[in-house]
């Protein structure tokens, strides 16, 4: 089997020299054990901050090993009771094409309900991301108006369609006229603000002219401040990520307009989407029955290529390559 193997702890950006590309003879399967067939390999922002020596709600990735990441794959050899040859189940088996496991949080995949890329995106953690964020953290009422970063990526499109579905007003910011576009013409927003070429902090006035209740932010820095500048009495912002310093060498300053929070009332709250865990199930029927109805589009970007396509292909989340939940195919 064919897999990659984090070589050097990365600085900023990283590059080939961050992975080793290895093939390793696979050992005879053990009682209680599944081998599955990697399909799908699920290509996370986070995944830059598991390769930094640091302590974070999971440990880093450890030099010499596989990457970590979440995959749908299927069982070709079983000692499980619990999995037969053929099913489709999702599980972190790694940037590997076959793994074996115990069956320890290797969940059944049901693809009569989506494919499996889907279920890496709006039905898999982004879309648990969106939802309990934007429902629970932010505690969404309809009428209120939602600002969401990265807004044409996997967790921000989602959160932009639930909103629109409760009956909010909802701004994206993204990158490029083309992820604008798609937006406000497919994706139902009702406005969408590029970043790279139009002044957030005054656009969100003009879009906003009341204030902003909820601000789900997915990339910090900048356009974090641009949010706080445009804040209604009582707002809510989700801190859910910060992807604009994933990558910075040294941390950046903080929000320099944080006394906002004070003058509105406001707050802003921080959230891991794993403290939900037990109840994605509702999550998950809540949204695959929206996606039924047509109130969300799943936007999935399928690369091809396999494992060693993994490095080049996770920097597409930084350079903003990718459109849609970012999902490696084998
Ligand atoms: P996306 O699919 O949104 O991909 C990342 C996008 O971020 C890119 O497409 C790009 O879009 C944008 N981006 C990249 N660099 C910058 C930058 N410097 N400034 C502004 N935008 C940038 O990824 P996900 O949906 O998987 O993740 C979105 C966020 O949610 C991340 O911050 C991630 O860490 C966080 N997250 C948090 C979880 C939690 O439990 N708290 C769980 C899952 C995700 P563009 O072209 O618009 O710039």
């Not at 356009?223 to 950046?252: E, F, K, M, Q, W």
Request: proline residues 4%; negative net charge.
């Amino acid at each position: 089997t064919q897999q990659v193997r984090l070589a050097q702890r990365p600085t900023g950006l990283t590059d080939a020299d961050t992975w080793d590309v290895t093939t390793e003879e696979l050992p005879e399967l053990g009682d209680g054990q599944i081998l599955v067939k990697v399909a799908f390999i699920s290509l996370d922002p986070a995944m830059r901050g598991w390769l930094n020596d640091v302590r974070s709600y999971v440990p880093p990735v450890g030099l010499g090993e596989v990457m970590r990441s979440l995959d749908i794959a299927t069982v070709v050899e079983t000692n499980h009771p619990d999995f037969a040859v053929g099913d489709t189940v999702s599980g972190l088996f790694g940037v590997t094409e076959y793994a074996i496991s115990d069956g320890r949080g290797v969940q059944q995949v049901d693809l009569a309900v989506a494919p499996g890329p889907t279920w890496l995106g709006a039905l898999g953690m982004p879309g648990m991301t969106a939802y309990f964020g934007l429902l629970e953290v932010g505690k969404l009422k309809a009428g209120e108006t939602v600002v969401v970063s990265a807004a044409a990526g996997a967790v921000g499109s989602v959160v932009g369609q639930i909103a629109k579905a409760k009956g909010a007003t909802v701004i994206g910011i993204a990158g490029g006229a083309q992820k604008c576009r798609l937006l406000t013409e497919e994706l139902g927003f009702d406005a969408a603000i590029d970043y790279r070429d139009e002044d957030v902090l005054r656009r969100l006035r003009e879009l906003a002219p009341k204030g902003i209740d909820i601000y789900f932010d997915n990339v910090g820095g900048e356009i974090l401040d641009a949010a706080l500048a445009n804040l209604r009495r009582g707002a809510r912002i989700v801190l859910c990520g910060a992807i604009s310093a994933y990558n910075a060498d040294t941390l950046p300053p903080g929000p320099s307009r944080y006394m906002s929070l004070l003058v509105h009332r406001a707050s802003m709250t921080g959230f891991v989407v794993f403290d939900y865990a037990d109840r994605y199930g509702e999550a998950v029927a809540d949204i695959a029955k929206w996606l039924s109805e047509g109130k969300i589009k799943s936007r999935e970007h399928v690369v091809e290529g396999g494992v060693a396509r993994f490095g080049e292909t996770l920097n597409l989340l930084f350079s903003g390559g990718n459109t849609g939940k970012l999902v490696l195919a084998l």
